[in-house]
């Protein structure tokens, strides 16, 4: 069983950048495709972005394409969502998710919630405007 625990979230404002960190345990860091997805509040949690197990595929929602990179770092065991040019729109709990064993077998990129079997607790993300 994989743990994932966030970290980095925070006010910013309008904008700004913000680093989200992910700390993955429990089984190998690599075998994993990794992603991260959010909710607002009062709506339903939404895919943001997710990097293949090998680091070589990446894949965001439209919404975030140009201002968010998705990165990992084998050595840290950790996923990274690097946040440029925020938005009050892009506040909500940021989740990091693993991909379930299929994206393990093949180096793609998960692309919805239902591709991802394990989740963090979250990290807050306010944006002001």
């Known amino acids: 069983q994989v743990q994932l625990v966030e970290s980095g979230g925070g006010l910013v404002q309008a904008g700004g950048s913000l680093r989200l960190s992910c700390a993955v345990s429990?089984?190998?860091?690599?075998?994993?495709?990794m992603g991260w997805c959010r909710q607002a509040p009062g709506k339903e949690r939404e895919f943001v972005a997710a990097i293949s197990w090998s680091g070589s595929n990446t894949y965001y929602a439209d919404f975030v394409k140009g201002r968010f990179t998705i990165s990992g770092d084998n050595a840290k065991n950790t996923v990274y969502l690097q946040m440029n040019s925020l938005k009050p729109e892009d506040t909500a709990v940021y989740y990091c998710a693993a991909g379930k064993n299929y994206y393990s077998d093949y180096d793609v990129t998960p692309r919805g919630l239902s591709d991802f079997g394990s989740w963090g607790q979250g990290t807050q993300v306010t944006v002001s405007s």
């Open positions: 429990g089984r190998t860091f690599s075998y994993y495709a």
